[in-house]
């Protein structure tokens, strides 16, 4: 079949978002644990199994028996005032946080959303294992409003409301799915946008614009895993596949282009199953335990996989499915890898097919001897699924149910984004059924009077705010929307609030230029923390070291040669020299290159400069290397090789 191009300008995609952003306030939602992060340094742990429950009308969500039928026994870690009896579901939820209330009600008008007269706490079934009680606290406080937007004038709100935020998850364990529960509780504001279609520039300036709003109010979180967007996406008017989990703009450009092309390549293979006319009945009819076939395989993965005396191996018939598992419509994405990723989130390593086979040590003779077993046509394909015997009997019948679906297309799902922008799947789209009342909370009447003394405090509009910033400390627009837009705004301020030597620009350019510079050659940004970005400043207001010496403590520690900035002095050997080492170090430099200045004059400056960087750099501001040298040139010349009256 021939590999296609996914002409991405030809697609009507529509995408629709869910901001998820972090609320700065001192307590929890629901209890007034702090709202730090434990850096896994937790105090005690308890275990819990999570089944589903039916709502108000009697019936099961589907995500949430999806995530039943994988039957996790999950491993909750604690650390005492970060997390309580609340987040470990051991007693009832505190009264909701006044704070993060009255900051979604700012969020609601400055958006022009109608705000409820009463809110209500909702009950959100979830459970995967980011919440410990099996549901998430979630209520909405507006609906309706605007948000301005270039490009597309005004876009629709549909919803304004307040949660807490998931627990936070763990590298995994050979028997848990583990969680830390610093997270969970950590007061959300959700507003979900009506779905627009655009280029992904115009799309992704939505989420950039909400973003900003949001962060003008300077109540919410900054920093990686602070924001986080859902979003929705789907493709010429078909199914809406929900992308979780994307926190940057980066990461969303990506993403939008590798669902879009995901969802092209799924129209394409249901379309090569319409042609071959294939039933349901006709995919996974028949399946044999063929364990035994590979006894004495030589094959590392499938030797790997026997190790454990639980573990078997299924063939599955696939009729009229030959060459269709592994046909690759565009580039990189196939009906195989869908599989693939299916069955890993039932905690299997994949599967093997016809259409790659023989390979990874399965042999000819196997391939034919399933064939025989399996009474395969030249026009059927099979599937090998290897593994726990009970992890493959929950996943056979949801995997033989899922080939099926890709007969229609693009299948309504909720996948998760990874860092390199594509996505993985991750459970059905829930339902209706996932929701019901919080028993434990009465509801919360809105005062209109406490709105409208409220309505001062609304955030500023993008431009007003850059304009103040430009205006506050005499810096460019450019750099006043770089800052603006970084993790660092906050530090940022406090920085020149105690500055006395630094200006405004340089603090700025650091913490943008220069950080954006060194994270694009792929050094971590994580391992700067704002303590050492302060004490760095400080020690630079102070005359420690010299401006140059900033950048290369940055590369220092984000190449993770250094620990902390005492050791990148250290390494460097960046240490404080005063005026008479100054004096004396100029002095031997002049001295060792008089011919130079002899030949060149006042314009030898230049290469007398280079000569003194190389020995002081970091350790004095070269503006004042500078200045030292011109003046010292200055005196040479006049002394040494001005003409002298002969009497």
Not at 475 to 480: A, E
Not at 482 to 496: G, P
């Amino acid at each position: 079949m021939i590999l296609m191009e996914c002409d991405s300008d030809s697609l009507k995609v529509k995408v629709g978002f869910e901001i998820h952003q972090q609320l700065d306030t001192k307590s929890k939602l629901f209890c007034n644990c702090s709202c730090n992060d434990a850096n896994g340094n937790y105090d005690y742990n308890f275990i819990r199994i999570l089944r589903p429950t039916k709502s108000e009308l009697g019936n099961f969500d589907k995500a949430a028996l999806f995530e039943y039928a994988k039957m996790n026994t999950i491993k909750y870690y604690s650390r005492i005032g970060l997390s309580c009896l609340v987040e470990a579901d051991e007693e009832p939820p505190h009264d909701v946080n006044k704070d993060a209330l009255n900051t979604v009600l700012l969020f609601s008008l400055a958006l022009n959303s109608s705000i409820v007269d009463e809110i209500h706490v909702m009950r959100k079934l979830v459970i995967d294992g980011s919440n410990v009680s099996g549901f998430q606290r979630t209520m909405l406080v507006s609906s309706g409003g605007y948000l301005k937007v270039d490009n597309f004038n005004r876009i629709g709100v549909q919803s304004i409301c307040l949660e807490e935020d998931a627990a936070k998850l763990l590298p995994p364990s050979d028997s848990y799915k583990e969680y830390g529960l610093d997270r969970l509780g950590i007061p959300l504001v959700e507003i979900a946008l009506e779905p627009v279609t655009g280029t992904h520039k115009e799309i992704v300036n939505v989420a950039l614009t909400l973003g900003r709003l949001l962060r003008s109010s300077k109540r919410v979180s900054r920093g990686l895993g602070s924001i986080r967007q859902d979003v929705n996406i789907s493709v010429d008017d078909g199914q809406v596949v929900e992308v979780k989990g994307v926190q940057q703009l980066s990461q969303l450009v990506k993403v939008l282009e590798y669902e879009t092309k995901r969802q092209f390549g799924m129209i394409k293979i249901a379309e090569e199953f319409k042609k071959r006319n294939i039933e349901d009945d006709f995919i996974g009819d028949k399946t044999l335990d063929i364990t035994y076939l590979f006894k004495n395989s030589s094959s590392n993965i499938i030797k790997k996989i026997l190790k454990s005396s639980n573990s078997i191996f299924l063939s599955v018939r696939l009729r009229g499915l030959n060459n269709l598992i592994g046909y690759e419509p565009i580039a990189g994405i196939r009906l195989g890898k869908e599989l693939g990723e299916f069955v890993r989130f039932f905690g299997l390593g994949g599967i093997f097919h016809s259409d790659e086979l023989p390979n990874y040590g399965i042999t000819i003779k196997d391939v034919e001897k399933i064939r025989e077993l399996l009474c395969i046509s030249t026009d059927d394909a099979f599937l090998i699924i290897g593994g726990d015997e009970k992890k493959i009997n929950n996943v056979l019948g949801p995997l033989i149910q899922r080939i099926c679906q890709f007969k229609l297309g693009v299948v309504a799902e909720t996948r998760s984004a990874t860092m390199d922008g594509s996505t993985i799947f991750s459970r059905p789209r829930p339902g209706s059924s996932r929701m019901y009342p919080e028993t434990d909370i009465l509801p919360i009447p809105v005062d209109s009077q406490f709105l409208y003394n409220l309505k001062q405090d609304v955030p500023l509009s993008w431009n007003d705010l850059i304009n103040h910033i430009m205006q506050k400390y005499s810096i460019n627009k450019k750099l006043s929307e770089h800052i603006f837009d970084s993790q660092y705004y906050d530090i940022f301020e406090k920085i020149v609030s105690t500055s006395k030597n630094i200006t405004p620009t340089f603090i700025a350019s650091k913490l943008t230029e220069d950080i954006v510079s060194l994270s694009r050659d792929n050094l971590d940004k994580s391992l700067l923390t704002d303590n050492m970005i302060i004490e760095i400043f400080d020690m630079l207001d102070k005359g420690s070291i010299a401006k140059e010496s900033v950048s290369l403590i940055f590369k220092q520690i984000m190449k993770k040669e250094s620990k902390s900035v005492k050791d990148a002095l250290n390494s460097l050997n960046f240490t404080e020299i005063n005026d008479e080492e100054l004096n004396t170090i100029l002095d031997k430099i002049l001295n060792d290159n008089i011919k130079i200045i002899e030949e060149k004059g006042i314009n030898s400056i230049g290469a007398l400069m280079g000569k003194s960087m190389n020995i002081l750099r970091g350790k004095v501001d070269g503006y004042k290397i500078n200045e030292y040298l011109k003046q010292k040139l200055e005196i040479i010349i006049d002394n040494e090789f001005s003409p002298k009256d002969d009497f």
